[in-house]
């Protein structure tokens, strides 16, 4: 069926094989080390002011420890598959939750700057493993026709978890201490590592191809995708702060992401044994679903940035508050996935309920567009909820209908290479949104600062506002007309800044609704079908 593959005759015993225990007790237990790893990707974000200031470094030093996490993130996902064809795949898992777990122990315990970074590199790799590896084991573990259950678990982890992160880091942080963002990992870790080593178990077929790769390691590939991701996270990291390409730095880490990459791809399609093999793409379903859930975590992850950063530098929120906006949406995630496994799913055709789902999200960033500087916390909490209404809609029904016709021997590569996509399409989200509000935030500054002109009425009917209001105060004429000027200035940058939030979550709305009519590409079929007689 796919080049690379075994012959299908080899069946290692799959037909009569079923897992040893409950397979929602596998689901739970493997979903509850992944959620713990994609906390982590944004439970520091609030924390790093703090972080900053306990190590005595600036606060831009102190967004390393962002990066070095994905940097090394980025260089595991697409290999994990074959990491775990190497060391036997519950024998990885379980090397990476112990590992993620020792790097949160040290990275809580840190005394500089260089060691957290160093501690967060460890985080990284070793979480790295723990995305795909936890969808291959739900592929393996549940029929095609339960999988889209399966999938609801995973969206616990994938969607409520970032979400969550803000909130429960902001809470942590001005409560406790930084360091328990990290250590609060370790129990958790310790619980999830008993209980995968007592219910999780390879399935025949990971058996049989167990230790695959150990004598002959693609140095030559590995090395490529090591290089080609590490220089792209840091382009779409780094790339804001030192504005992008007018940087050397940048430049330099930019050429080196084409060249890895590109070299990346034109190496493994013409291995015949590929350590991360890319002719899975040649499903037309599975491309198209990597497509989607790229864009849908660009959405996701580029609003749920936007949104706590609106808060505190505009509104004037704390971390605490500005995460809490972002709650909700989470729990709405969880009240929406039994609706999705076993009602719509069972009803509708995939396609049309992913299609209603970008429609809906489209809806939700143009309400958010709304916003204005009096913008409420109830009217911020709405908005995100109607955001997240419309992503609950794509998870499940996009990783179903992209995982339904790939061959089981290509399940470790396939999850590995959605992950990575997933991961991937987030990164540039955020890159992509905090670029485009930085400059439209400058256009509608310098529009707005051509009003400023004593020859404009409106201008001068705020200035003289500015002076009433601070008459009786006991300043000279020349200081009230200066603090006027000065407030008047601080007026215009804030409204400034929300119309340029404005424009990214409008052109968000833009591309979601652009994205409805490729859902129909999809498979036509219902996400739960039977299982096919053949097998």
Not at 428 to 437: E, N, S, W
């Amino acid at each position: 069926m796919s080049e690379g593959l075994p012959p299908p005759e080899a069946d290692h015993g799959a037909s009569a094989w079923r897992p040893k225990h409950n397979p929602y007790l596998v689901a739970m237990v493997v979903t509850v080390a992944t959620f713990m790893e994609v906390l982590d990707t944004t439970i520091i974000n609030v924390a790093l002011p703090h972080i900053a200031g306990s190590l005595s470094v600036g606060t831009d030093e102190s967004t390393w420890t962002l990066t070095s996490y994905l940097v090394a993130n980025g260089i595991v996902l697409p290999v994990s598959g074959w990491l775990g064809r190497m060391m036997g795949r519950k024998n990885y898992f379980l090397l990476s939750i112990i590992m993620f777990t020792v790097s949160s122990l040290l990275c809580g315990l840190s005394t500089s700057l260089p060691e957290l970074i160093i501690f967060r590199l460890m985080q990284g790799f070793f979480g790295g493993g723990l995305q795909p590896n936890q969808q291959s084991i739900l592929l393996d573990t549940f029929e095609p026709a339960k999988r889209a259950t399966a999938f609801g678990v995973t969206a616990v982890a994938i969607i409520a978890a970032p979400i969550m992160g803000p909130t429960l880091g902001g809470w942590i942080t001005d409560n406790f201490s930084w360091r328990w963002v990290f250590l609060i990992n370790v129990p958790v870790g310790v619980i999830a590592t008993f209980a995968i080593s007592a219910v999780v178990e390879d399935p025949p077929w990971a058996k049989a191809g167990a230790g695959k790769g150990k004598r002959n390691i693609d140095v030559v590939g590995l090395s490529l995708i090591a290089a080609g991701f590490a220089c792209l996270q840091i382009v779409l990291d780094r790339g804001e702060q030192e504005d992008w390409f007018s940087s050397g730095f940048i430049q330099a880490f930019g050429v080196g992401a084409v060249l890895g990459l590109v070299g990346a791809v034109v190496w493994l399609l013409d291995r015949p044994d590929p350590i991360v093999n890319l002719r899975v793409w040649k499903n037309k379903d599975f491309a198209i679903g990597t497509l989607f859930i790229s864009i849908m975590a660009a959405t996701l992850y580029g609003s749920a940035v936007l949104i706590p950063q609106l808060a505190q530098s505009q509104l004037g929120y704390t971390a605490t508050w500005s995460g809490m906006i972002l709650s909700p949406g989470g729990f709405m995630i969880l009240f929406m996935i039994p609706i999705i496994t076993r009602v719509l799913l069972k009803k509708f055709q995939a396609r049309f309920i992913v299609a209603t789902g970008f429609f809906l999200l489209g809806i939700a960033m143009f309400y958010t567009g709304t916003i204005t500087p009096q913008v409420s916390f109830l009217n911020l909490m709405s908005m995100r909820l109607a955001q997240t209404f419309g992503t609950a809609l794509l998870m499940i029904p996009i990783s179903t209908v992209a995982f339904a016709s790939v061959p089981r021997e290509m399940n470790g590569d396939a999850a590995a290479l959605y992950a990575m996509s997933r991961n991937l399409g987030g990164s540039i989200g955020i890159a992509l949104v905090t670029a485009y509000l930085t400059q439209r935030s400058q256009v509608h500054q310098a529009y707005l600062v051509e009003h400023l002109s004593d020859l404009n009425m409106g201008y001068q009917m705020t200035k003289q506002a500015w002076m009433n209001g601070l008459a009786g105060h006991g300043l000279t004429p020349s200081q009230m007309d200066s603090s006027a000027l000065g407030g008047i200035y601080r007026t215009l940058i804030r409204q400034a800044a929300i119309l340029g939030y404005v424009d990214v979550f409008r052109i968000s709305g833009v591309v979601a609704f652009c994205v409805v009519p490729l859902a129909f590409f999809m498979k036509s079929t219902k996400a739960a079908p039977k299982p096919a007689a053949a097998e």
